[in-house]
C-alpha cells in the first residue's frame, strides 16, 4: 500500500540548534501537509506543499518538496522551547483524497 | 473561536460498557474523519463520512461504529469498550474539492477501567 516514511523518530536538540525531519513517498503526491502536534494537544496544520521544487518559509521553518513530488523536508533554525512537539507530514497521493501520515518526529528540547 | 468541537474531553467508562464520543463543526465540511491516537504514535484513521458516504478503514474493529446524522454532527460510538481502547480520540474535518487541510478538535482521551 501507498506509505509515507518519516525519519528521524526522535531528535534531541539543544536550544539554538536546528532540528530537520524528513519524509519519503513511496507514490507521487498530489500536495503534501505538515502539521505540529504540541504535547497533550492535538495536530495542527502548518503549511500545505503543492508544487514540484516548492520551498516556503514561515519565520524559522523551512518546508521543501522535492522535485518528484515524493519527498519533503521541514527545517527549524534556532530551535526555541516553543518548538517542542510532534511534527507530522502528511501525503496526499494523486489518486486520492485521503491523507497518509507520517509517523511523525517528536521535537525535544534538551535542558 | 473553536471550528471542530469534541464532547466530552475526558470520559472514563467500565470495560463493555457502550461509550459514544460526538464531534460537531462550524466549517461546513464535507468531510469528518475519526482517528485513534495512542501515546507517541501517529493518528490512525478509523473511519471517515464524506458527505453521508461511509468509508471504513479495512482494519478497523467492529467494536467501532459511527454516525454522522447531518453535515455538522459525527458521532463515534464504541460498542464494547477493552482496555485496549484507551487513547485520545480525534475527529478532524477537511472540505475534498478546496485545499483538503484537516482542522481537528481538541479529542477526547477515553479511559477504560
Known amino acids: 500500500g501507498q506509505q509515507v516514511m518519516q525519519i528521524p523518530q526522535y531528535q534531541h536538540v539543544q536550544e539554538g540548534e536546528d532540528f530537520t525531519t524528513y519524509c519519503n513517498s513511496s507514490t507521487t503526491l498530489s500536495n503534501i501537509q505538515w502539521y505540529k502536534q504540541r504535547p497533550g494537544g492535538h495536530p495542527v496544520f502548518l503549511i500545505q506543499?503543492?508544487?514540484s521544487g516548492e520551498v516556503k518559509k514561515q519565520k524559522r521553518l523551512t518546508f521543501q518538496f522535492g522535485e518528484a513530488k515524493k519527498n519533503s523536508s521541514l527545517h527549524i533554525t534556532a530551535t526555541q522551547t516553543t518548538d517542542v512537539g510532534t511534527y507530522f507530514c502528511a501525503g496526499q497521493p494523486d489518486s486520492n483524497y485521503q491523507l497518509i501520515w507520517g509517523a511523525g518526529t517528536k521535537l525535544i528540547i534538551k535542558p | 473561536d473553536a471550528m471542530v468541537i469534541q464532547n466530552p474531553r475526558y470520559q472514563v467508562t467500565q470495560f463493555g460498557k457502550p461509550v459514544t464520543l460526538s464531534c460537531s463543526q462550524t466549517?461546513?465540511?464535507?468531510?469528518m474523519y475519526w482517528y485513534q491516537q495512542k501515546s507517541s504514535q501517529a493518528p490512525k484513521l478509523l473511519f471517515h463520512y464524506y458527505d453521508k458516504d461511509f468509508n471504513n478503514e479495512a482494519d478497523t474493529p467492529d467494536n467501532f461504529q459511527s454516525r454522522r446524522p447531518n453535515t455538522s454532527f459525527c458521532f463515534l460510538d464504541i460498542r464494547s469498550p477493552g482496555l485496549g481502547d484507551a487513547a485520545m480520540y480525534l475527529c478532524?474535518?477537511?472540505?475534498?474539492?478546496?485545499?483538503?487541510?484537516?482542522?481537528f478538535g481538541a479529542g477526547t482521551r477515553l479511559s477504560v477501567l
Open positions: 506543499l503543492v508544487k
Open positions: 478532524a474535518t477537511s472540505r475534498v474539492g478546496g485545499h483538503n487541510i484537516q482542522y
Open positions: 466549517l461546513n465540511h464535507n468531510v
